[in-house]
């Protein structure tokens, strides 16, 4: 059964550091992973794609890398800003069904 | 073109009463899917329809129903509530199950 871990569960920065959110996945046999950004009391706003065949997705300031080998993927954000404040969650997509398995989600918080 | 939309955004039910929570989009999308929010659990799928007509259970679907009623709406009913139910419902929807998942802003459900 796939399982996605996010670490660390919450993380709090000065503005303008540069940052890395990791995800992990137990069964390297995956179709796509997605990053999406949640507010509070909000939906999901998806922020990257990354199709088992890529390595890397960039969009702005954001760079995801997959590892399927390892089971790992990663967010990075460059020069964060407090409108980046919010929860980061990775999902895994094992099939082609659609059918996404996430992640608890990391908390981020970017001090003014 | 307003994405994916839910109602009702909040609703209170008490033990055993049913309800159906209702989700659109105007994306023409093929693929939509119901999820739910717990803390601690994180995003769980309950029901998924990879194209009009069809429709199939994820991780959670007991004490649910669904209906895809044409290609842009997709239902799903409670037949009679019980208070684990109580959560928060997020409606995607993905142009083929392979793709970009977009979610609705959510209802908040609470079971008495």
């Known amino acids: 059964k796939q399982e996605v871990t996010q670490i660390p569960a919450a993380l709090s920065v000065p503005e303008g550091e540069n940052l890395v959110l990791n995800c992990s996945f137990t069964?390297?046999?995956?179709?796509?992973l997605q990053w999406f950004r949640q507010d509070p009391g909000k939906g999901l706003t998806s922020l990257l794609l990354i199709q088992s065949s890529q390595r890397e997705q960039t969009s702005g300031r954001l760079n995801a890398s997959l590892d399927k080998s390892s089971g790992r993927s990663t967010l990075y954000i460059a020069a964060s800003q407090p409108g980046d404040s919010a929860t980061y969650l990775c999902?895994?997509?094992?099939?082609?069904?659609?059918?996404?398995?996430f992640g608890q989600g990391t908390t981020l918080q970017v001090k003014p | 073109n307003a994405g994916v939309t839910q109602t009702p955004k909040f609703q209170v039910l008490k033990t055993g009463q049913s309800m159906t929570l209702q989700c659109a989009q105007d994306?023409?999308?093929?693929?939509m899917y119901w999820y739910r929010q717990d803390p601690g659990m994180g995003l769980r799928l309950i029901y998924y329809?990879?194209?009009?007509?069809?429709?199939d259970k994820g991780e959670v679907p007991n004490g649910y129903n669904v209906s895809r009623l044409n290609k842009r709406e997709f239902s799903l009913r409670l037949e009679s509530a019980a208070p684990s139910q109580t959560s928060v419902y997020f409606c995607?929807?993905?142009?083929?199950?392979?793709?970009?998942?977009?979610f609705g802003p959510g209802t908040r459900l609470l079971v008495l």
């Open positions: 069964d390297s046999a995956i179709y796509n």
């Open positions: 999902a895994v997509n094992s099939g082609n069904t659609g059918k996404l398995i």
């Open positions: 329809s990879a194209s009009e007509g069809t429709t």
């Open positions: 995607a929807s993905s142009g083929i199950p392979q793709e970009t998942q977009y």
């Open positions: 994306m023409n999308h093929n693929s």
